[in-house]
């Protein structure tokens, strides 16, 4: 059974940074695109960044410039780095295979104050 479990989230000023992780077990993800989502309070769950087999990523605009997702294929292991966060990023995180999708994990909350 593949077990997602997203980590780092935290409150954090405006313009600070955090670093995401979500590891992944019960499959190998050297093969699959890989994504972060998030779902902010009365809001439908939203795909943010997406990385691909070969370390490349794509990312919505609302993060774009901001955000880098990586992987770690040895460690089974995504991570999520954000940079000059604002309110607006105040989400519950997740991380989940971007075709097919997964049970998802417990998320990660990042909470910027401002």
């Known amino acids: 059974q593949v077990q997602l479990v997203e980590s780092g989230g935290e409150l954090v000023q405006t313009g600070g940074s955090l670093r995401l992780s979500c590891s992944i077990s019960?499959?190998?993800?050297?093969?699959?695109?890989m994504a972060w989502y998030r779902q902010a309070p009365g809001k439908q769950r939203e795909w943010i960044a997406h990385t691909l087999v070969d370390d490349t990523a794509g990312y919505a605009d609302s993060v774009r410039g901001r955000f880098i997702a990586s992987r770690d294929n040895a460690k089974n292991t995504i991570y999520l780095h954000m940079n000059s966060l604002k309110p607006e990023d105040t989400a519950r995180y997740y991380c989940n295979d971007y075709d097919t999708k997964f049970t998802w994990g417990q998320g990660t909350q990042v909470t910027v104050s401002s």
């Open positions: 019960g499959i190998t993800i050297s093969r699959l695109i």
